[in-house]
């Protein structure tokens, strides 16, 4: 007597299962490897931020490959609350204003580590005695203790907004990367001798 044709269906599918939540987690941790090596990893360019403290390429996590009814789902998250100033479509912009005061105080270079990291914001007792001119917070110490000038050193400029295109297009940049090889690697399984 024949075999069920939708026994033998259902065994398949049941066998195919495991082997492509194989490949969506290889694929998730592919991607999370590229995206942190390749868009997260310092530069600023078109396609590539700068890496100041290194927290959202440390927040960025391969998600946990799950089943959900008949959809095996996997990806990347990225942790830092302040992604999705800088992950989305390409060419778009998002607009920083302040949430609680007038301006916002954009540190300067006296104001900053070598790594870009501001020291401290504009009310930390730090810079010693302030004075704002012309949009810009003066002070007289460089952030480090009994360092003192005796001309004023220009540490914040202050603005309304400040504008930041977004450099990480999710389709572009990571989607479209991952694609080819994904399909590769699923084809390879679906393939019936």
């Given amino acids: 007597m024949a075999k069920d044709p939708v026994t033998s269906l259902d065994q398949i599918i049941k066998g195919l299962v495991p082997k492509v939540m194989k490949v969506v987690q290889e694929h998730s941790k592919r991607l999370w490897d590229h995206t942190v090596s390749r868009h997260l990893t310092g530069g600023t360019a078109a396609d590539r931020l700068g890496r100041r403290t ?64 501001a020291r401290g914001g504009p009310l930390d007792g730090i810079w010693g005695p302030t004075f704002i001119a012309k949009g810009i917070i003066f002070g007289f110490s460089g952030g480090t203790k009994g360092t003192q000038s005796k001309t004023p050193i220009p540490l914040f400029v202050l603005k309304r907004s400040v504008v930041v295109p977004r450099r990480v297009h999710p389709k572009e940049h990571l989607l479209d990367w991952a694609k080819p090889q994904f399909m590769a690697d699923l084809s390879k399984i679906v393939k019936v001798d």
């Fill in 54 to 117: 290194g927290a959202l390429a440390r927040s960025t996590r391969p998600l946990q490959v799950r089943l959900d009814g008949n959809k095996v789902t996997g990806g990347l998250a990225f942790g830092a609350e302040y992604a999705g100033v800088h992950i989305g479509p390409a060419g778009s912009q998002v607009t920083i204003r302040p949430k609680n005061k007038k301006f916002l105080a954009i540190p300067l270079a006296a104001a900053k580590t070598a790594a870009g990291v």
